[in-house]
């Protein structure tokens, strides 16, 4: 007998049970469906336009900048330096007799450009130079603060330095190294004094470029430069005698020991 029947019968309805209760109506699995926001080119800019949005500020930004860095004339320099035509050249010799004992050596010869020390670290590693290898120099000077990042890389790798270049019969010549060439030289773990080759210096400018102040420039220059020559173990004397001239002053070799520019003097390259 049903609850109907029970009802209409007078008999008392017993209590519902919880597995009497009817079942609950199907949930429906989709409400409804987002609207549609289109398909390919647009439907894609519209679901993602604060990404695209972000991505065209970044990009636009990097361009800008890229062109600001381009635009300006050592930008040029520096890659045309780097990767067209290098100011400077080399030329590995191996076993080059040194000072009593033979050496592998890299040679470097011309300006020192915008680009030198990326130039130069690159032609170290394609030399294999191991500490108390031979760099070997003969340079007018260029730039400065390129002459000082290579001079703390021929430092860091123990390297020793020379003034001078090598013949066709791979015998050590005498040569010049001057202006910023001198920082180059600095670097050497061992500066070597070679009969006949000579060391100049001279003051250096600044230009204050982008309207900066030249007396600030020229001694924020001084700084670095007195703060590299003493890593270096070389005397501020240096300094002293380059602000001296405008001209190229060639010290002799009691002004370089004195000032500890030159360390040992090779035996027997002829000049």
Same mark, same amino acid.
């Given at each position: 007998m049903d609850d109907r029947q029970q009802r209409g019968s007078g008999l008392p309805v017993p209590p519902k049970r919880p597995w009497d209760r009817p079942a609950p109506a199907p949930r429906r699995e989709l409400e409804e469906e987002a609207p549609a926001e289109g398909t390919? %080119?647009?439907?894609?800019?519209?679901?993602?336009?604060? =990404?695209? !949005?972000?991505?065209?500020?970044?990009?636009?930004?990097?361009?800008?900048q890229a062109w600001r860095d381009l635009s300006r004339p050592d930008a040029w320099d520096y890659w045309k330096d780097l990767y067209s035509t290098p100011s400077m050249t080399s030329s590995a010799v191996?076993?080059?007799?040194f000072d009593s004992r033979r050496r592998n050596a890299l040679v470097l010869r011309g300006k020192i450009g915008p680009a030198a020390a990326s130039w130069?670290?690159?032609r170290l590693d394609e030399a294999r130079l191991k500490p108390g290898d031979l760099v070997l120099l003969s340079s007018p000077g260029g730039d400065l603060a390129?002459? !000082?990042?290579?001079g703390e890389i021929i430092r860091s790798r123990g390297l020793v330095t %020379?003034?001078?270049?090598?013949?066709?019969?791979?015998? $050590?010549?005498?040569?010049?190294?001057?202006?910023?060439?001198?920082?180059?030289?600095?670097?050497?773990?061992?500066?070597?004094?070679? %009969?006949?080759?000579?060391?100049?210096?001279?003051?250096?400018t600044t230009r204050g470029e982008g309207g900066g102040d030249p007396v600030a420039d020229t001694q924020r220059t001084t700084g670095l430069v007195l703060a590299y020559l003493k890593r270096m173990g070389i005397s501020a004397s240096? !300094?002293? %005698?380059? =602000?001296?001239?405008?001209?190229i002053h060639w010290?002799?070799?009691?002004?370089? $020991?004195?000032?500890?520019?030159?360390?040992?003097?090779?035996?027997?390259p002829r000049s």
């Amino acid at each position: 007998m049903d609850d109907r029947q029970q009802r209409g019968s007078g008999l008392p309805v017993p209590p519902k049970r919880p597995w009497d209760r009817p079942a609950p109506a199907p949930r429906r699995e989709l409400e409804e469906e987002a609207p549609a926001e289109g398909t390919g %080119a647009l439907g894609f800019l519209r679901r993602h336009l604060m =990404s695209v !949005v972000i991505f065209l500020l970044v990009a636009s930004g990097i361009l800008i900048q890229a062109w600001r860095d381009l635009s300006r004339p050592d930008a040029w320099d520096y890659w045309k330096d780097l990767y067209s035509t290098p100011s400077m050249t080399s030329s590995a010799v191996d076993n080059v007799e040194f000072d009593s004992r033979r050496r592998n050596a890299l040679v470097l010869r011309g300006k020192i450009g915008p680009a030198a020390a990326s130039w130069f670290r690159e032609r170290l590693d394609e030399a294999r130079l191991k500490p108390g290898d031979l760099v070997l120099l003969s340079s007018p000077g260029g730039d400065l603060a390129q002459s !000082v990042i290579m001079g703390e890389i021929i430092r860091s790798r123990g390297l020793v330095t %020379a003034v001078g270049t090598v013949d066709s019969a791979g015998e $050590i010549r005498s040569g010049s190294c001057a202006s910023a060439c001198v920082f180059v030289f600095a670097g050497g773990a061992m500066r070597y004094g070679i %009969a006949g080759s000579r060391l100049g210096v001279h003051r250096f400018t600044t230009r204050g470029e982008g309207g900066g102040d030249p007396v600030a420039d020229t001694q924020r220059t001084t700084g670095l430069v007195l703060a590299y020559l003493k890593r270096m173990g070389i005397s501020a004397s240096l !300094v002293e %005698a380059m =602000s001296a001239t405008a001209d190229i002053h060639w010290l002799d070799s009691r002004q370089a $020991i004195e000032m500890n520019l030159v360390t040992a003097e090779a035996r027997g390259p002829r000049s």
